[in-house]
């Protein structure tokens, strides 16, 4: 591959194409495109008016949004999911771009999708345990089209194990063991999925409509109107001048910019598009600065206060407010940028690599006078959520703000006229149609947990094996000196992040979470932990799986811009990101962390946030193989190991763990004097 040094911004659009499935649209002819471009402005508006100023009962604002959803879908996404966007060629079949039959899905996914919600009320509660025929064939029709948008904009995975749900519900008395149950009929399941809250209407589906559209909305607007160049500009001031500078930069500029993305791949794209050929300009291997940029990155899912969909979806399962959730991901967020900053920092010192020169980074003054007005948008977004406002009431007038200032900013570059609106919202439904289909199927996955109750039979599953392979290691000293409690506790906490790499390698963070948690929640309620900490475990190692190869989405994509090896920059992001493996667990053993956890204390606190922290450094230095000087592989391993004492901090642990890495600090100084005396 090329050693490219610039990336035009189509090179960086197909990028993002390529290695983002959800944005890989068809490109219609001139009337399909003005067509379909009125629906997707229009949906934008809708949802603007329905959460700020409308009053709509929910059935019918989640049938509208879904009716959007699909009939855009079908419009945007072709048959077979190409990952390049060329126009289709003429054919009988197909008019202006668009195959006829898809046009035809789309009416009947809008169809569907509304029949339903436009129903009296009266008459839907009547039906439901006694659906008439057309509610059959309705019900049925939208599940098969929720499904095939879905494969269409996500892929494969999502739809297959939804699939695989399915089937569990219908042959229920075929099951072997606990997973056994009383099994359901076709028109059990559909009046379940269908004409309930339960299903495909459900409480993910209502989180896209009412929340996380706007957010995503907002987060394009803002970008729009320079809020992201103002990111990158800062960061590159701040953190340029040092070891490795542009490394540096990529994580500040990525920690900024996922305070109004939830996308991975957005992110690195964005960001990247600077960073990535900075990195390689100072010294840096094309593989790392890719890995940096995808591991900074995926940050952004995690990072107040936009965060993913997910955690949206938490708000709705906890009923707790926003600020809650954004305060308890606060610091983990923060350890997670510490740790890619860890181990960047000693890859630099490794290497020798310089930062940047003064005249190539900009001042801190003269960023803000440029983009000042870009602030204001993201100032009144935090500012009503922290006073308590609901987030959608937050977001219409974040998004409010941001048509003001880019009608009116100052700095003309990034100034909107009517055109860049109408783009601009047009994008924002873009964004939201992959997730809007996943959402749906999920509610079909979530239908047939609480149908049948699998998801406790999985927590039992889940917790009955861990207490097995907890009850034989417990067994073997020195390992004895823990209670078989903790054990099972510890072991369940591996196999539920391991199903949650597993998963997210084929479906996004959100419907990780969502299935997930299903299983995860009961099981880890058995073992007393709270059920914040037990939703934050699945979020982050959801969130994992975009730097987590064979399918490192986000790693991808920065190998396209850095010119690398994709599975190796792969590789090397999941290395650099070791540290979100390690925060999860701590956070479970200490839920002080979150700060709004049951018995938060400062001094616990404290605690742990020290400890997380020598934790995590020790474990970068460890996987980076230097610390003062080069590490041994002896020294690496043991490095590993003593990290790994701080999942569980406290004063006892914090100080053994000290007592036994001061050798190796002490051998690595005797190391450093000897070379610098050779020198």
Not at 123 to 138: A, C, K, T, Y
Not at 484 to 491: K, V, Y
Request: glycine content about 10%; overall charge positive.
């Amino acid at each position: 591959m090329t050693d490219k040094v610039e990336i035009t911004e189509d090179e960086l659009a197909a990028i993002e194409r390529k290695y983002d499935p959800e944005l890989a649209f068809r490109t219609p002819g001139p009337i399909m495109g003005v067509v379909i471009s009125i629906p997707l402005v229009a949906l934008a508006v809708y949802q603007y008016y329905a959460s700020g100023f409308g009053l709509i009962r929910e059935l019918l604002h989640r049938g509208i949004f879904l009716a959007f959803m699909l009939g855009l879908l079908f419009l945007l996404f072709s048959w077979k999911r190409s990952l390049t966007t060329n126009v289709a060629p003429k054919a009988w079949w197909r008019f202006d771009g668009v195959s006829i039959l898809d046009i035809l899905l789309a009416i009947l996914g809008v169809s569907a999708a509304l029949y339903l919600p436009l129903l009296p009320p009266v008459e839907v509660s009547q039906r439901v345990g006694n659906p008439d025929p057309s509610d059959i064939f309705m019900g049925s029709a939208l599940l098969l089209l929720v499904l095939e948008a879905t494969r269409r904009s996500v892929g494969w995975t999502l739809p297959f194990i939804a699939c695989l749900f399915i089937i569990f519900a219908l042959f229920g008395p075929w099951m072997p063991g606990a997973l056994k149950h009383g099994g359901a009929s076709w028109t059990g399941l559909i009046n379940h999925l269908y004409m309930t809250n339960q299903g495909i209407y459900g409480v993910a589906l209502g989180v896209m409509a009412k929340y996380v559209f706007l957010f995503v909305l907002f987060g394009v607007l803002a970008m729009r109107i320079g809020l992201g160049q103002l990111f990158i500009d800062l960061a590159m001031a701040i953190a340029g001048r040092y070891a490795g500078g542009p490394a540096k930069v990529a994580i500040f500029s990525s920690a900024f910019m996922g305070t109004i993305s939830g996308s991975s791949i957005a992110n690195t794209v964005t960001t990247g598009s600077l960073t990535i050929p900075a990195m390689k300009r100072v010294g840096y291997p094309a593989h790392f600065a890719g890995a940096v940029e995808a591991t900074a990155s995926t940050g952004g899912q995690i990072t107040p206060p936009i965060l993913g969909a997910a955690a949206f979806i938490m708000v709705e399962y906890l009923e707790i407010p926003l600020r809650d959730v954004l305060a308890a991901a606060l610091f983990p967020a923060l350890l997670h940028y510490f740790g890619v900053l860890i181990m960047v920092h000693l890859e630099a010192k490794k290497l020798g690599l310089r930062g940047l020169s003064a005249d190539e980074l900009p001042q801190v003054i003269q960023v803000l006078r440029a983009h000042w007005a870009s602030l204001i948008p993201l100032i009144i977004l935090v500012s009503l959520i922290l006073s308590g406002r609901t987030p959608d009431y937050a977001a219409v007038w974040g998004i409010t703000a941001c048509v003001v200032v880019g009608l009116l900013n100052p700095n003309t570059t990034h100034r909107m006229g009517l055109r860049d609106l109408w783009q601009a919202m047009s994008d924002g439904s873009k964004s939201t149609l992959a997730v809007g289909a996943a959402a749906a199927t999920v509610g079909i996955v979530v239908g047939v947990v609480t149908l049948t109750g699998v998801g406790f039979r999985l927590g039992f599953v889940v917790v009955q094996t861990a207490n097995d392979i907890g009850n034989f290691v417990g067994g073997i000293w020195p390992f004895s000196f823990f209670a078989i409690e903790q054990w099972a506790l510890f072991f369940s906490l591996v196999l539920i992040a391991v199903a949650c790499v597993l998963m997210g390698a084929g479906v996004p963070t959100t419907a990780t979470y969502i299935i997930l948690v299903a299983v995860a929640a009961p099981a880890l309620a058995q073992l007393q932990v709270q059920p914040l900490v037990s939703h934050f475990f699945v979020f982050y190692y959801g969130v994992l799986a975009d730097i987590t190869p064979p399918v490192a989405l986000a790693a991808y994509a920065a190998a396209g811009i850095a010119g690398s090896n994709p599975f190796k920059t792969g590789n090397t992001a999941f290395r650099l990101g070791i540290a979100k493996a390690l925060v999860p667990f701590v956070f479970v053993y200490s839920p002080s962390l979150l700060l709004v956890a049951d018995g938060f204390t400062w001094a616990a606190f404290t605690v742990t946030l020290i400890g997380a922290m020598i934790g995590i450094g020790l474990l970068g230095a460890a996987f980076s193989g230097y610390l003062i000087t080069h590490l041994s592989k002896v020294q690496r391993w043991y490095l590993g190991a003593v990290s790994l004492l701080f999942i569980s901090p406290g004063l006892a642990t914090m100080v053994a763990g000290l007592l036994l890495v001061s050798p190796i600090f002490l051998l690595q100084m005797s190391q450093a004097k000897r070379l610098n005396t050779t020198t």
